[in-house]
Every structure is written in C-alpha cells, then in structure tokens.
C-alpha cells in the first residue's frame, strides 16, 4: 500500500516541476539557506506550513542534512484520527518527486520497543506535517528511507518511552538516521506576542529540557502545534548523546506577508 499526497496542491505544488521550482525558491529566499555542506545533528526542528511561507525557515535545516540511510519523521496529529503514537502502515509514501519507501525494519523493531505505538493508517490520511517534510528530502538526500510517526500522545512518560525506543531501534538495527520533529510555533496572535511566547518554547529547547517543554507550552498556553514530536526528538537525541542545540532560524509569517496581526511562527533547530 502506498500512501498518496494529499497536501499536493495546497500546501506545496501539484506537479514535479512546478515543486522543484519552489523547493529552490525556499533556498534562494532572503529568509532562506542557500545549500551547504553537510552538519552534524542527531536531531531537527523543521516547520510544516505552505512552502510559501515556512518553505525558507525549512531549508535552514534541509541545507546542511547530513546523509543518512533512515529519516524518522514526527508529527503532531491535526486531525484527531488514529492511534496516539501511529506509525504508518504503508509501504511507502508518493509525492510528485516520487516515491519513498518506509524502512520496514525500524518500523518493526520500534513496535517492539514501545508498547503505546501502534501501526495504523487513520492518523496519516490527511495529515500534512510530516508529508510537507518528503519533498525537501528527496531534493537533498538519495537512497534514503523513512519513518512516519504521527504523534498525538502529549504526556511525558508515552513521549519518554517513545523517544527511547527511536534511539534503541536505531542502535539496535544500526541504522544511520536522523529524527525530524515537524512543529509550527504560535499560531494566530499579533507578531509581538508570538515571538514572546514562542521564546520561552524556544529556551527550552535549546537547553534540551523536553519536560520542560511540556511544562512551559501548558502554562503560558503556546499553541506550538507540535510540542509532543518535538520533546520526543530530543529526548530520542540526548538517549544517543546529543549534547546542545542552535537556532537556525525563526521568523512568523507577518515576516512573509507583511501582516503582523495574526501571524503563525516558524523556527528551525539543530540538535547535534
């Protein structure tokens, strides 16, 4: 079964020219990375908007992947449908760039690794996070698999245990791999106020603190969409030594748009 783009269209271009002109738009944007050497990072922030809009805060990451065999994918769930922690159940996924196939053996050592995680189909269907990520690899990585997750859970000890069984899986089957956690930052407030908000999500981060994390977003109610993929990637990350984190980039769509009264933030992380 191979899952097909329902993002295709909306949130990026529809046809494979067309999409590889915008991926390269993103790079060359003044908010943009224009494409470098690889960097070391076990980990990564990367925003799930339309191209248009946090397409240039992606590439701050996308432009210095290092090659990797496996590219665990985390995502918030937007829809509701779906097991809390879903992993995909296809084979593998199409975009126009292709078609990218799911590292099947990962899948099944992560499923007996952690005992919340489900293999399922309902999750995915129609959520955007982690497709938006596929087209960005396939322009920057070859021969490479992935590893969808969907992520609805929110509590500390099922992200605990999930972030633990990445980085044992990937030791286990001695998998390069990178794990991609695909979050948006305040959604729908005044560009001052999110970027306040957004900082103290941010310092977090930064310090590697993912209950921290947790703790922040619930008391100063940050509508970071993808808080619980994020805290997973760096609990995942410091299992298998990761030891800081920068900031690449972060801007709000008013930075885009030119309309700073109800803006959505972007930022991109690297966790080495």
Known sequence: MIRLPTAAGSFYPRT?????????????????EKRGKSLEMKAAVVPHAGYTYSGPCATHIYAHLPKVETVVLLGPNHTGY????????????????GKVLIDQ???????????????????HVYEHSIEVQLPFLQTTLTDFKILPICVAASDFKSLRELGNAIAKSINRTKRKAIVLASSDFSHFLSAGEAEFK???????????????LLEVIERENISMCGFAP???????????????????????????????????????????
């Open 16 to 32: 494979e020219s067309d999409l590889r002109k915008m991926i390269e738009k993103c790079f060359a944007h003044q908010l943009g």
């Open 82 to 97: 779906g097991v809390p922690i879903s992993i995909s159940d296809a084979e593998g996924w199409q975009t126009p760039l």
């Open 105 to 123: 053996e990962l899948k099944a050592k992560l499923l007996s690794e952690c005992d919340e995680a489900e293999s399922d189909s309902k999750a």
């Open 198 to 212: 957004d900082e103290m999500a941010l310092q977090e981060i930064l310090q590697l603190d993912p209950k921290g």
């Open 230 to 272: 994020t805290a997973a990637a760096i609990i995942a990350a410091k299992h298998n030594g990761a030891h800081g984190c920068k900031l690449l980039q972060y801007y709000t769509s008013g930075d885009i748009t030119g309309d700073n009264t109800k803006v959505v933030g972007y930022g991109a992380l690297r966790i080495i």
